[in-house]
Each structure stands twice: as structure tokens, then as C-alpha cells.
């Protein structure tokens, strides 16, 4: 099994790499390529050599690609990460021996190369026919196979096997004092033409009923069990604490499986863990298959957008009580409800100069009014707003907020959402 999974990942590699790479990739990446070319792959360097030489070159990346902005990090360095992260995955392959999924040893191995690739495909970018998306796929799939087939032994030999399923816990308010706001419309599946025309021109939000009826996900992400069967060993960056604008925010790398069980099954009264604003769809594709990218994607009032510009899709996977704070943000979202249910208070953009924006650069899109428990002496303001409106989102239902719309938004029980943002 070893010599096949090290085979299919080896089909990335393309010899003439070395000729699409640019001064602004950097002399390490450069000798890193030939020290694999020239040594490596000719029995001259083992796996162990050539993990500590991609080690090096990823230690070194690591430290330019936290200094500045993230959006201003040069692609470059993302392609120098994606292809060192590469060659260490082949290097953690070749210097683990007598390789079988079943044993516990060898699959820590196949672990930490998944555990590996995530995080090159959070911080890298592909370059050239080195895919870490396929990569984790092949990865994820030999691992997956090891698992059933040591299911299927245990089952032969009476062993009781443990079970997956995890059951969501409710926790969940049906109805919300908002005296001073208005509910927000509701319509069931309305045509483009309709939804473009009384909403998206007047840049009025509206909730969309009967759209997602078709998606896999309604069903089958109930049980967060399968979720965890299809991405547990899936390294993801978790939110911790009240909301990413608070002094108790911070944020850590964990897999799905941990995530579930920690933030999830057994939650912590003192912390609260979310996965938010993800593109989980792009790293698991297998999770892709459940969703379907709303036909309503397709409108734009921009004439001059690129036919070819992608939907982002982002997920948001959390307990009980996650919450973002009053933002905007500058495309149109359809936010999405496949489990559980959340509580949206919305304001229009004519609003913004009561609603506090952060004079920070960094968070210049978010209010600093807690809109739940409004503190009018420090934000006397806020008492002039005259938009406020709010939106219970359940299963199956969609909400349409228009670019520059403020919104907060808090889940009332465990809850999944998918967001599209378009242009």
C-alpha cells in the first residue's frame, strides 16, 4: 500500500519544474528542486534528508508569509510553500518502512503527511502540476480504507465497534424579542427575473424558502457523523472565543474530528470553538457533492464583471451560541442553512454612521455596538438607527443580504451554514 500511495503522488511531479521557476521564487526553493532531482530521486539522499532540506525551506517561508498583510504576501512565496510541503510529504513516505494502513505506527505516518498537506494548501498556492488538493484526496482515502478494513475485522471477530454518529443537541429558542425592528420578507423560490428586479436592484435583503430542497446536505449533515467520516482527519483553522472582534479571540490549527468532539459534543462553558468563514469546499471536495450553488449566483448588477469570476463558498460549522459580529461585507451572500438555526439583526448601509465602524484598517467593516445589549453611553448613536430589521434562518432556508448590508448573526443551536459571495 505504501509503494502506491508514494506512487500516485510521485505522477505531480513534473521534471521541468525547475524551468517555470522565477527569481522571485528564491534560491532556497531552487535548491531544494535539484537537491530532489540530483540526489534524491537517483538513491544519493533518503526520504530523511530530503525532509529536513524541504523542512528548511518551509521553516524559512513560514516566517515571510507572516509578516505583513496576508493579501499582500507575494504568490510566489504561497507557490514556495506548496512545493516544499510537496516534497516533504515524499520524503515523510520514503522514510517510513514496511508501510500497511493497518498498523497504528504507519498510520500516524499517513496522518501527519494529511496533517501536512492541509496546511500547505491553507498557506500555498498550486504551482505548475503539483495539486495538495489531490493530493489529500489520495491521502484521505488510504486512510479511509484502513479504517473500514479494520471495521470489517473487528466486526468478523465479535468486537464491539465504536460508532461514529454524533447527535446534534438542541438548544434552541423558537422566537426573539425584537420589538423595534422589522421582519425581514420571506418568499418561496422566486424566479431570477423576480429576485433580481425587487431585490438585488433594490438592495433589499429577503429570505428565500423551497431553494435547497434538492441538496444531499439537508439530509445527510444531520448526523455530524458524516461529516467527520468524510473530513475528521482534516486539519482546519478553529476560532476560539466570543466573536473575532473580542479580546478573547484567538485562533488554532485542529482536525474536524478533534473540533467536533471538543467544541461540539462536549462543549466548554468557558470557550466557544467555530469553524468560520472556511473554504472547507475547496480543500474537501467529497463535501462539495452535497451542495448546490444557488442559481441566483449567476445575477450581477455589474456590467463589467468577469464572466469567468468564481462564487466563494464558505462554510461555518459551530455550536450552540457562535456569533459574528455586526459587519458588512462588500459582495452579495446568499447565506445558506443546512443544520440548525440562527438569528440574523440587519441594517442598511444608511445607517452606517450610528453603527460605530472599527477605526481600525483591519476590521473597518465591523461595528463596535454589541447590537444584542447596546451600550447607549458609549454609543449614543445607535439609538438613531431606522432600519433594523431581523431574520430567523432555519433549516432549508436562505437569506439574501445585499453588498455593504450590516448584519450580526447568532446561532441558536449546533449549526451548519454555507455562504455564496459573488460580485
Same mark, same amino acid.
Given at each position: 500500500?505504501?509503494?502506491?500511495?508514494?506512487?500516485?503522488?510521485?505522477?505531480?511531479?513534473?521534471?521541468?519544474?525547475?524551468?517555470?521557476?522565477?527569481?522571485?521564487?528564491?534560491?532556497?526553493? /531552487?535548491?531544494?528542486?535539484?537537491?530532489?532531482?540530483?540526489?534524491?530521486?537517483?538513491?544519493?539522499?533518503?526520504? %530523511?534528508?530530503?525532509?529536513?532540506?524541504?523542512?528548511?525551506?518551509?521553516?524559512?517561508?513560514?516566517?515571510?508569509?507572516?509578516?505583513?498583510?496576508?493579501?499582500?504576501?507575494?504568490?510566489?512565496?504561497?507557490?514556495? @510553500?506548496?512545493?516544499?510541503?510537496?516534497?516533504?510529504?515524499?520524503?515523510?513516505?520514503?522514510?517510513?518502512?514496511?508501510?500497511?494502513?493497518?498498523?497504528?505506527?504507519?498510520?500516524?505516518?499517513?496522518?501527519?503527511?494529511?496533517?501536512?498537506?492541509?496546511?500547505?494548501?491553507?498557506?500555498?498556492?498550486?504551482?505548475?502540476?503539483?495539486?495538495?488538493?489531490?493530493?489529500?484526496?489520495?491521502?484521505?482515502?488510504?486512510?479511509?480504507?484502513?479504517?473500514?478494513?479494520?471495521?470489517?475485522?473487528?466486526?468478523?471477530?465479535?468486537?464491539?465497534?465504536?460508532?461514529?454518529?454524533? *447527535?446534534?443537541?438542541?438548544?434552541?429558542?423558537?422566537?426573539?424579542?425584537?420589538?423595534?425592528?422589522?421582519?425581514?420578507?420571506?418568499?418561496?423560490?422566486?424566479?431570477?427575473?423576480?429576485?433580481?428586479?425587487?431585490?438585488?436592484?433594490?438592495?433589499?435583503?429577503?429570505?428565500?424558502?423551497?431553494?435547497?430542497?434538492?441538496?444531499?446536505?439537508?439530509?445527510?449533515?444531520?448526523?455530524?457523523? @458524516?461529516?467527520?467520516?468524510?473530513?475528521?482527519?482534516?486539519?482546519?483553522?478553529?476560532?476560539?472565543?466570543?466573536?473575532?472582534?473580542?479580546?478573547?479571540? *484567538?485562533? /488554532?490549527?485542529?482536525?474536524?474530528?478533534?473540533?467536533?468532539?471538543?467544541?461540539?459534543?462536549?462543549?466548554?462553558?468557558?470557550?466557544?470553538?467555530?469553524?468560520?468563514?472556511?473554504?472547507?469546499?475547496?480543500?474537501?471536495?467529497?463535501?462539495?457533492?452535497?451542495?448546490?450553488?444557488?442559481?441566483?449566483?449567476?445575477?450581477?448588477?455589474?456590467?463589467?464583471?468577469?464572466?469567468?469570476?468564481?462564487?466563494?463558498?464558505?462554510?461555518?460549522?459551530?455550536?450552540?451560541?457562535?456569533?459574528?459580529?455586526?459587519?458588512?461585507?462588500?459582495?452579495?451572500?446568499?447565506?445558506?442553512?443546512?443544520?440548525?438555526?440562527?438569528?440574523?439583526?440587519?441594517?442598511?448601509?444608511?445607517?452606517?454612521?450610528?453603527?460605530?465602524?472599527?477605526?481600525?484598517?483591519?476590521?473597518?467593516?465591523?461595528?463596535?455596538?454589541?447590537?444584542?445589549?447596546?451600550?447607549?453611553?458609549?454609543?449614543?448613536?445607535?439609538?438613531?438607527? /431606522?432600519?433594523?430589521?431581523?431574520?430567523?434562518? %432555519?433549516?432549508?432556508?436562505?437569506?439574501?443580504?445585499?453588498?455593504? @448590508?450590516?448584519?450580526?448573526?447568532?446561532?441558536?443551536?449546533?449549526?451548519?451554514?454555507?455562504?455564496?459571495?459573488?460580485?
Amino acid at each position: 500500500m505504501k509503494d502506491m500511495v508514494r506512487y500516485e503522488i510521485e505522477k505531480f511531479w513534473n521534471d521541468n519544474l525547475l524551468d517555470d521557476i522565477k527569481d522571485e521564487h528564491g534560491i532556497e526553493i /531552487k535548491l531544494l528542486i535539484k537537491f530532489y532531482q540530483e540526489k534524491y530521486k537517483i538513491k544519493m539522499a533518503d526520504g %530523511k534528508e530530503l525532509i529536513n532540506e524541504s523542512k528548511m525551506v518551509l521553516n524559512r517561508t513560514w516566517e515571510l508569509l507572516n509578516v505583513g498583510k496576508w493579501m499582500n504576501v507575494p504568490v510566489e512565496r504561497k507557490q514556495v @510553500y506548496a512545493i516544499a510541503t510537496y516534497l516533504q510529504i515524499l520524503g515523510l513516505l520514503e522514510s517510513s518502512k514496511n508501510y500497511d494502513d493497518d498498523d497504528d505506527d504507519d498510520r500516524k505516518v499517513l496522518e501527519k503527511c494529511l496533517e501536512i498537506t492541509d496546511l500547505g494548501i491553507l498557506l500555498g498556492l498550486p504551482f505548475g502540476t503539483i495539486s495538495l488538493t489531490s493530493i489529500a484526496d489520495i491521502l484521505s482515502n488510504a486512510l479511509n480504507k484502513g479504517k473500514k478494513r479494520k471495521r470489517e475485522e473487528e466486526e468478523e471477530e465479535g468486537q464491539e465497534v465504536e460508532k461514529s454518529e454524533i *447527535s446534534i443537541k438542541e438548544n434552541f429558542r423558537e422566537s426573539f424579542d425584537d420589538n423595534d425592528s422589522i421582519i425581514i420578507d420571506s418568499i418561496e423560490c422566486p424566479s431570477l427575473e423576480y429576485f433580481y428586479n425587487n431585490y438585488m436592484i433594490k438592495n433589499t435583503p429577503v429570505k428565500l424558502t423551497g431553494c435547497m430542497n434538492h441538496w444531499p446536505a439537508l439530509k445527510l449533515w444531520k448526523d455530524f457523523g @458524516y461529516i467527520v467520516g468524510k473530513a475528521g482527519c482534516r486539519t482546519v483553522p478553529v476560532e476560539i472565543g466570543k466573536h473575532y472582534a473580542h479580546d478573547t479571540y *484567538s485562533q /488554532k490549527l485542529m482536525k474536524i474530528s478533534e473540533f467536533v468532539e471538543e467544541y461540539i459534543n462536549n462543549p466548554s462553558k468557558s470557550a466557544i470553538g467555530y469553524l468560520a468563514q472556511h473554504q472547507l469546499f475547496d480543500q474537501v471536495p467529497e463535501l462539495k457533492k452535497d451542495i448546490i450553488i444557488p442559481d441566483y449566483c449567476a445575477l450581477t448588477l455589474k456590467p463589467d464583471v468577469d464572466e469567468n469570476s468564481e462564487t466563494e463558498i464558505n462554510a461555518w460549522f459551530g455550536p450552540n451560541a457562535t456569533i459574528s459580529p455586526l459587519h458588512n461585507d462588500p459582495k452579495n451572500n446568499l447565506l445558506c442553512q443546512v443544520v440548525g438555526t440562527k438569528k440574523l439583526i440587519l441594517f442598511s448601509q444608511s445607517d452606517t454612521q450610528f453603527l460605530y465602524p472599527h477605526p481600525s484598517s483591519i476590521l473597518f467593516n465591523t461595528s463596535r455596538v454589541d447590537v444584542e445589549n447596546p451600550d447607549f453611553n458609549s454609543f449614543p448613536e445607535f439609538k438613531k438607527v /431606522k432600519t433594523k430589521m431581523t431574520c430567523l434562518l %432555519k433549516p432549508g432556508e436562505m437569506i439574501y443580504i445585499p453588498p455593504k @448590508y450590516w448584519h450580526h448573526v447568532r446561532s441558536l443551536e449546533n449549526s451548519f451554514s454555507v455562504s455564496f459571495w459573488w460580485e
